[in-house]
């Protein structure tokens, strides 16, 4: 069960290494822009692509239907990898060793949504991969593995989403093997220590210059690629930024090089996209940008 790029990996290596995958569900194919096109999701098109059988219920919670089908078949062990809902005791108990959940964060840290994002945002320096039996609380299982990486600096969300995933394929075979065995231990949380990882949500894109820097900086990469600011109309997206040592009124361009103060320090800018333009190193935008020293990036 899984929906997003994220997941696309550990299915295919879960194939490759040979198990045998009874089903893959996934979520239901949605309109995706103005010409109302219908898209699959990465795992709906990678099973499609296997031959697999795949379902796509708006919601399996009380869904009778499936129910009677996960029971026909008789699951050994259910894989979840950001699925996208919530499964109910039910299900759970339809499974002769249970669903494990593959979560990109060390749990108790960071659970829910949007773990990689908020890693990011809140400038921690590790994070991983946690193997969960799955209840029916939020993130809240017994764990049985967790697997460690460094962030490294300045990276974004994209890469950090690529590497987890790739360690989670590396992983997810030797995990099942033992499950199968018998020789996997299961340890409780430690509830007490659980922080939340909320879903993102689009207004927390915009830049605010009196943030601080340091702050702004991990926005932008935890957020990768949807950071942005309005100037005179036109919205840009930062895709790249370093801090700088300046100070200055917050949100003022105090070079030709694109430094802007924030509210604690300031950053320069590496790479950005102007609204209904590609992406840019800083040098290549500067030869056509109106965005001069002196500028201040509040006048939206």
């Known amino acids: 069960m899984g929906t997003p790029n994220f997941a696309v990996p550990i299915l295919k290596k879960i194939y490759q290494n040979g198990f045998e995958i009874a089903a893959v569900y996934t979520q239901p194919p949605k309109k995706s822009d103005r010409a109302q096109r219908i898209t699959k999701s990465p795992i709906h098109i990678l099973a499609e692509t296997l031959n697999l059988e795949v379902r796509t219920p708006e919601k399996i919670k009380d869904n009778k239907d499936e129910y009677e089908y996960l029971k026909k078949i008789n699951v050994s062990l259910g894989v979840i990898v950001a699925f996208g809902q919530i499964l109910t005791n039910d299900i759970l108990s339809l499974s002769k060793n249970g669903f494990i959940n593959i979560h990109a964060s060390i749990l108790p840290r960071w659970r829910g949504a949007g773990p990689i994002q908020r890693t990011i945002m809140n400038g921690d320096k590790e994070t991983g991969i946690s193997v969960m039996k799955i209840n029916e609380k939020l993130d809240a299982g017994d ?7 460094n962030i490294l600096e300045n990276e974004n969300a994209q890469s950090l989403n690529e590497r987890l995933s790739m360690l989670a394929a590396d992983k997810i075979s030797d995990v099942i093997d033992n499950i199968f065995d018998g020789t996997t231990i299961y340890k409780e949380q430690n509830h007490e220590n659980a922080t939340y990882a909320k879903k993102i949500e689009k207004s927390e894109n915009k830049i605010n210059w009196n943030d601080d820097a340091k702050r702004i ?10 950071c942005y600011f309005i100037y005179k109309g036109v919205r840009y997206r930062i895709l790249k930024a370093l ?6 009124k917050p949100g003022h361009v105090l070079n030709k090089n694109l430094e802007i103060t924030c509210g604690n320090n300031s950053l320069k800018i590496l790479e950005i996209q102007r609204e209904g333009k590609k992406a840019q190193k800083i040098n ?6 109106k965005i001069e020293k002196g500028s201040d990036l509040n006048n939206v």
């Open 143 to 149: 764990i049985s593995n967790i697997f460690r990486v």
């Open 217 to 226: 900086v991990d926005k932008i990469n935890g957020l990768f690629p949807y």
């Open 243 to 248: 801090l700088s040592g300046s100070s200055g």
């Open 284 to 289: 290549e935008f500067l030869l056509g940008t």
